[in-house]
């Protein structure tokens, strides 16, 4: 499938369905691409309506949450976000050049989500100011924080980034713990400037080089198993270079940020956990 690239915004797919409850077929209208510079009525949606991707069966009236893939396109800020349901799907740049019909994105950002709630939080991140890296990075940490019987109701797939209000100012994001059983309710922790701040001081050096060695317009999942990963590394290399006690403090004060500015809460660091997450 391909389309003019230059005149196009968003791509609007059809597809006929099965009802799973009543086995009834109908027509599901959605897109596969969608243009969030030259279409910002739908961008807001995404952003703001859960039904955007949902089927309503004509039969029966069930909705149905779908899971189809659609490519997010910023042309100002320069970055991509492509929501694909099936992580065996191979995912290159040249695919993306093929469907917009452009020949190249080599200064694009581009990123994959697995879920629409992963591809709308990456879009959030992506629009703000900091790396996204940065976000996934302070997500982690947190989670890291609470408490263990804490984490059994605050499950982690529910957890996420969104805007700290109504507002939805891209400068004020939120950490968001959803409880378990309780639909709707849950924690907000916003993101303050000092978090943001440290955490890029910290890590941005880090992630500069990781970036060096890998292609700007490659698709990657930079999410929560990703911060995980890096954060594994980041302190093995601390752990092995010379400045290794002067990184332990380092990260050390970016536990005790993390604490103080999300949770206005001390933690205390044992010795031994010093150097460890
Ligand atoms: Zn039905």
Redesign the pocket.
Same mark, same amino acid.
């Given at each position: 499938m391909s389309f003019d690239g230059e005149g196009a915004g968003s791509h609007a797919a059809v597809f006929t369905l099965t009802?799973?409850?009543? *086995?009834?077929t109908?027509t599901f209208h959605t897109w596969d691409c969608i243009d969030g510079t030259r279409d910002p009525a739908l961008r807001l949606r995404i952003l703001t309506d859960e039904t955007l991707f949902f089927y309503e +069966?004509?039969? +029966? *009236?069930?909705q149905i949450h779908m899971e189809s893939p659609c490519l997010y396109i910023d042309r100002n800020q320069k970055y991509m976000v492509w929501h694909i349901p099936d992580l065996t799907v191979p995912v290159t740049s040249q695919e993306v050049c093929d469907f917009l019909g452009q020949p190249s994105f080599d200064d694009y950002t581009c990123r994959v989500a697995l879920t629409w709630g992963e591809w709308r939080e990456k879009i959030i991140e992506m629009e703000s100011a900091y790396d996204d890296r940065i976000y996934e990075i302070i997500k982690f940490g947190a989670y890291q924080l609470i408490k263990e019987e804490d984490r059994q109701r605050l499950l982690l797939e529910a957890y996420h980034l969104d805007y700290a209000d109504e507002s939805r100012r891209s400068d004020q994001l939120a950490l968001v713990f959803m409880q378990e059983h309780q639909k709707g309710m849950g924690y907000t922790y916003e993101i303050t400037s000092k978090v943001l701040e440290v955490t890029r001081d910290i890590f941005m050096p880090l992630l500069e080089r990781l970036s060096a060695v890998s292609e700007k317009a490659a698709f990657e999942r930079r999410g929560y198993a990703w911060a995980q990963h890096f954060m594994t590394y980041a302190m093995k290399a601390a752990s092995a270079g010379n400045g290794r006690e002067a990184y332990g403090q380092l990260i050390g004060f970016w536990i005790q940020t993390l604490g103080q500015e999300l949770f206005h809460a001390d933690i205390k660091m044992p010795e031994s956990q010093q150097n460890k997450i």
């Open positions: 009802c799973p409850a009543c *086995k009834g109908g +069966c004509p039969h +029966c *009236k069930a």
